[in-house]
């Protein structure tokens, strides 16, 4: 069994963090990333949303790895805090030392019952955009990080 030792923040918390000097790294799929995300955050996606489900994206880690250094400062997101969780344990476990997960995501962390128990950074209000954002978007980082 996995020990999480890093740190799971609230979304206001987390966006205390970009003032510091954090990135917001959102690792839901492209589609949702265009839908609305926090504002200045970069999308390598854990997951791609596909005809089929969700798929992992075989790339994720080799992305992160070239376009970020181990020492640097992540705010890892998501839609709901489950996968910005497993991702953030991966990049701990591949040795990245400031990795901190905001739980609830961007839309709500959800009880069994599908009841919002946490509202995400987009139902609290944070500073938000949408769209695909040159330089941020996947495509962008994949490209810029792939020569």
């Known amino acids: 069994m996995t020990v999480i030792s890093l740190p799971r923040l609230s979304p206001a918390e987390a966006h205390a963090k970009l003032a510091e000097g954090y990135t917001y790294l959102d690792v839901r799929s ?3 990333f265009e839908e609305g995300h926090p504002e200045g955050a970069l999308n390598v996606p854990l997951m791609h949303m596909t005809a089929e489900g ?8 080799a992305v992160v790895l ?11 997101g998501c839609k709901s805090g489950g996968r910005s969780l497993r991702a953030a344990q991966l ?18 962390a959800r009880n069994a019952f599908g009841k919002i128990t946490e509202p995400g950074w987009g139902r609290v209000g ?3 955009e949408t769209g695909d954002p040159e330089g ?4 962008d980082i994949r490209e810029k990080t792939a020569k």
């Not at 941020?136 to 495509?139: F, V």
Request: proline share 6%.
């Open 66 to 76: 070239a376009a970020f250094p181990k020492d640097a400062k992540l705010v890892i």
């Open 54 to 61: 969700m798929t992992p994206n075989t790339e994720f880690l």
């Open 30 to 32: 492209q589609g949702e």
């Open 126 to 128: 944070l500073p938000a």
């Open 136 to 139: 941020r978007s996947y495509a």
């Open 91 to 108: 990049l701990e476990d591949n040795g990245y030392t400031d990795v901190i997960d905001q739980r609830a995501g961007w839309d709500g």
